[in-house]
């Protein structure tokens, strides 16, 4: 009798939990939206010292959703899990320096581009090569291992007459450490990153790829097309705003 | 290396990348734990089961000393994990949480190893012990509780610091799927610097010094339970 009593107590707490949680998981899940960024993606998406989220695509985001009325929350990922993290619910968006393609366009959806990259290679200022011979005399190029970089490389390496190594690495970072030691003889990335390298170093660019410049959007699942709409018009209400001009000044942007 | 760039960032950026040590222990501790519970009786099905139950422990073991943490940890979290919180009724308990999945898949692992290095324990007893306690008219389960398993586990401590030392480093493979332990955190700040190196050999000392320390407060837990006049203390190590 006492035992029964106690599953009785027990299995309706049970029960007003499992409720509980039924019912208010998709309501909480509607008022946050999550933005997935790439841990070290500055100054698009990246982590600062104190561990908290910024960069000017958390900047534009985060103006965007208080123009259209939601709430974000900025969730670092790793960029290798980024779009299954998409895909799996994990996260809703991504806005991080994400190139449109129509290799990640089968996977999801993406918004207007915002902002227009050209491909580069980058190597040692004392580099003799020209940006054509480097893809003709079989020398070593790095790149960050799953970015569109990484693809245009692979697709150059097809074309007739091409002789050149491709070295991929985990980030672009690990690359350009191979750079002054000769391991690699040129490192080749998103004319964005390549400016940031550059910086205080003794490294230049040898030359731009010749292909359509890429533009940045944000990615969401393809089911989603209201959210897909709301960032569309957050992204050129905020495009449209002085704000933008400001923002692309504090991050050193063009 | 510009060390006038890199020197103010790591300072700045200290309180964070320590915060990893949480994350990074509460990995571990957990995972050995889980594997503990899950190890022993794995072993004592291993070593006394039926047929049926040695060859279903022999599987578990194969599958997940089989499979590289990293490979689990994809299948996990974006696989399996993934699959389950698309039913309403789960879709509340956090199964999106990262953190949880890095420790299934640490503890499910750990629990394989663990579970030979019991095995490997319990079958270094000698086989008297049993007929003895059956003697006295002990069943089967009380010897194994009362006999087997308090000489075996104190013989299993040198094998389960190493247990410790593997999963601290394992844990680290956890910023694949974005759980912001040490690793993560040192890479994240890397990316501030575009200077990975002086980062990694943060990461490298911290987790020098939790083994360290880790590995010492196992050997004087060693020390502590050792049966005085125990012969065969040593000869596993």
């Keep these: 009798m006492a035992k029964g009593s106690r599953f009785g107590v027990l299995g309706g707490l049970l029960a007003a939990l499992v409720l509980c949680l039924t019912l208010s998981g998709p309501a909480w899940a509607e008022k946050t939206l999550v933005n997935g960024i790439d841990f070290g993606f500055p100054p698009f998406g990246f982590v600062d010292t104190q561990g908290n989220p910024a960069g000017f695509d958390v900047d534009s985001v985060n103006w965007i959703a208080e123009q259209m009325g939601f709430t974000v929350r900025h969730q670092p990922m790793d960029w290798d899990g980024i779009i299954p993290a998409l895909n799996t619910n994990r996260i809703d968006f991504i806005a991080s320096g994400m190139s449109i393609t129509e290799e990640r366009m089968k996977v999801v959806n993406f918004t207007i581009p915002y902002y227009e990259v050209t491909q580069v290679l980058v190597a040692n200022e004392t580099e003799a090569t020209s940006f054509e011979e480097m893809f003709t005399t079989g020398k070593k190029i790095g790149v960050q291992r799953g970015t569109n970089t990484h693809t245009l490389l692979i697709d150059k390496a097809k074309e007739p007459g091409m002789d050149f190594e491709i070295v991929a690495y985990d980030s672009t970072d690990l690359s350009i450490q191979d750079l002054p030691i000769g391991r690699i003889h040129a490192s080749a990335m998103d004319s964005s990153i390549a400016r940031e390298m550059k910086k205080g170093r003794a490294f230049k660019t040898v030359g731009t790829f010749d292909v359509p410049a890429d533009g940045y959007g944000y990615a969401v699942r393809k089911a989603d097309t209201e959210l897909l709409n709301t960032l569309n018009e957050g992204l050129k209400k905020l495009m449209a705003d002085p704000y933008w001009v400001e923002l692309k000044q504090k991050w050193e942007l063009e | ?237």
């Design chain 2, 1 to 237: 290396m510009d060390f006038a760039k890199i020197m103010p960032v790591l300072w700045e950026s200290l309180p964070f990348i320590l915060g990893g040590i949480t994350w990074t222990l509460t990995l571990v501790f957990g995972a050995m734990l889980l594997g503990l519970c899950l190890g022993i009786p794995l072993a004592v099905g291993q070593v006394y089961g039926s047929k049926t139950v040695r060859r279903l422990a022999g599987i578990y073991v194969w599958l997940f000393r089989g499979v590289p943490i990293l490979v689990q940890l994809y299948l996990f979290y974006f696989g399996i994990l993934a699959y389950l919180s698309r039913f309403p009724l789960l879709s509340g308990l956090g199964l999106d949480s990262a953190f949880l999945a890095a420790l299934v898949v640490l503890s499910l692992t750990s629990a394989a190893y663990q579970s030979q290095i019991f095995r490997g324990s319990i079958q270094s007893l000698p086989e008297g012990q049993l007929k003895a306690a059956r003697a006295l008219g002990m069943t089967d389960g009380q010897a194994i509780r009362s006999i087997v398993l308090p000489q075996a586990l104190r013989l299993s401590i040198p094998g389960w610091s190493n247990e410790y030392s593997i999963l601290l480093k394992d844990s680290a493979l956890a910023f694949a799927i974005g759980v912001m332990e040490i690793m993560a955190r040192t890479r994240t700040v890397a990316a501030l610097t575009h200077e990975p190196l002086p980062f990694a050999l943060v990461a490298g000392v911290l987790f020098y010094i939790l083994t360290h320390l880790g590995v010492r407060a196992l050997k004087t837990l060693e020390r502590k339970v050792r049966i005085p006049g125990y012969a065969r203390q040593g000869s596993m190590s």
